[in-house]
Nanobody, 127 residues
Framework: QVQLVESGGGLVQPGGSLRLSCAAS????????IGWFRQAPGKEREGVSC????????YYADSVKGRATISRDNAKNTVSLQMNSLKPEDTAVYYC????????????????????WGQGTQVTVSS
C-alpha cells in the first residue's frame, strides 16, 4: 500500500522547536522531490519547503527561511522538517507531498505533479 504519513506535530510555546517527519511506505522517497506544505484555518495552503531528488537541493518559503531545515534519511525512507524559533503564525496542519521536482514561481513554492499526500500533522504554537 502506497502511503505517506506525517508525524511530529504538537503544541509548542513560541520560540520552541519541532521536528516533523514524513515517512513513506510502498515506495521509495529518494526518487521524488518532497515538499512540505501547511494550511492554517481560513487560509490557502502554503508551500513551506522542498527538497529535490538527485542533488538534494533545498528550497524554503520566505516565511520560514532561516528557521527551517529540510533533510532526507534514505535509509529510513523519510524526509524531515526541523522547525526552530516557532511563531504563533506557524500554527497550521503540515502536509508532505511527493512530486517530480521542486518549483518556485513568483515566490510560491510547490512541487510539480504532486502524486501522493499525507494526512497531515497539527502544529500549534501558543503560550
Amino acid at each position: 500500500q502506497v502511503q505517506l504519513v506525517e508525524s511530529g506535530g504538537g503544541l509548542v510555546q513560541p520560540g520552541g522547536s519541532l521536528r516533523l517527519s514524513c515517512a513513506a511506505s510502498g515506495f521509495t522517497l529518494d526518487y521524488y522531490a518532497i515538499g512540505w506544505f501547511r494550511q492554517a484555518p481560513g487560509k490557502e495552503r502554503e508551500g513551506v519547503s522542498c527538497i529535490s531528488s538527485g542533488d538534494g537541493s533545498t528550497y524554503y518559503a520566505d516565511s520560514v527561511k532561516g528557521r527551517a531545515t529540510i533533510s532526507r534519511d534514505n535509509a529510513k525512507n523519510t524526509v524531515s522538517l526541523q522547525m526552530n524559533s516557532l511563531k504563533p503564525e506557524d500554527t497550521a496542519v503540515y502536509y508532505c507531498a511527493t512530486g517530480d521536482w521542486c518549483t518556485v514561481v513568483a515566490g510560491i513554492l510547490s512541487v510539480y505533479e504532486a502524486d501522493y499526500w499525507g494526512q497531515g500533522t497539527q502544529v500549534t504554537v501558543s503560550s
